[in-house]
């Protein structure tokens, strides 16, 4: 099971190293779905991910954001560093694909690579008293089907890859 890049220009294995490399220095992700009266809406996230690239992230249910994804599935992601200088080298990326609440192995999944980003989440999730918001907060995860990568540094400037990740085996 795993991924393959599929990019015209650059290699699978040039594009991925820049995914990877821009999914491990950045925490935060914007994810942004559409509302049922079919109006884009925008939240951000700490994520965590596989190797995959399946993002995962940790919300109330009760959020606009995961609503609307209850209704459409419909999503996508921009991760990038906002303490970038304009003038480059810059770097970030785009994936588009589908949401949805983390059921089963993908759920203990989700929370095992959690836990492992964020050091932290296991305590605050011990911590958290059976009234506590957070007891509510369920792991979504994002299935992502096509990427758009800026990496100056890697690919020259103001050339953005696009990519179409194609699923090798079953995920479940």
Same mark, same amino acid.
């Given at each position: =099971?795993?991924?393959?890049?599929?990019?015209?220009?650059? #290699?699978?294995?040039?594009?991925?190293?820049?995914?990877?490399? /821009?999914? $491990?220095?950045?925490?935060?992700? #914007? /994810?942004?779905?559409?509302?049922?009266?079919?109006?884009?809406?925008? %939240?951000?996230?700490?994520?965590?991910? #596989?190797?995959?690239?399946?993002?995962?992230?940790?919300?109330?249910?009760?959020?606009?954001?995961?609503?609307?994804?209850?209704? %459409?599935?419909? =999503?996508?992601?921009?991760?990038?560093?906002?303490? $970038?200088?304009?003038?480059?080298?810059?770097?970030? =990326?785009?994936?588009?694909?589908?949401?949805?609440? !983390?059921? &089963?192995? $993908?759920?203990?999944?989700?929370? &095992?690579?959690?836990?492992?980003?964020?050091?932290?989440? !296991?305590?605050? %999730?011990? &911590?958290?008293?059976?009234?506590?918001?957070?007891?509510?907060?369920?792991?979504?995860?994002?299935?992502?089907?096509?990427?758009?990568?800026?990496?100056?540094?890697?690919?020259?400037?103001?050339?953005?890859? /696009?990519?179409?990740?194609?699923?090798?085996?079953?995920? $479940?």
């Amino acid at each position: =099971m795993g991924i393959r890049i599929v990019s015209e220009g650059f #290699s699978e294995q040039r594009v991925r190293r820049s995914v990877f490399r /821009i999914l $491990q220095d950045n925490l935060l992700c #914007s /994810i942004a779905t559409v509302t049922e009266d079919n109006r884009a809406y925008i %939240n951000t996230a700490y994520y965590c991910y #596989s190797d995959e690239l399946e993002l995962y992230f940790l919300s109330d249910p009760t959020s606009r954001h995961c609503r609307n994804l209850s209704i %459409n599935s419909s =999503m996508a992601i921009t991760i990038f560093s906002s303490i $970038q200088k304009w003038g480059g080298p810059d770097r970030g =990326m785009q994936l588009f694909g589908t949401g949805a609440q !983390a059921r &089963g192995p $993908q759920a203990t999944k989700a929370e &095992g690579l959690y836990g492992k980003r964020f050091t932290d989440y !296991a305590k605050w %999730n011990a &911590g958290l008293n059976t009234a506590a918001v957070g007891r509510t907060y369920r792991f979504y995860r994002f299935n992502a089907r096509k990427l758009k990568v800026l990496d100056e540094a890697e690919f020259g400037e103001a050339v953005f890859v /696009i990519g179409v990740l194609r699923r090798i085996g079953r995920l $479940q």
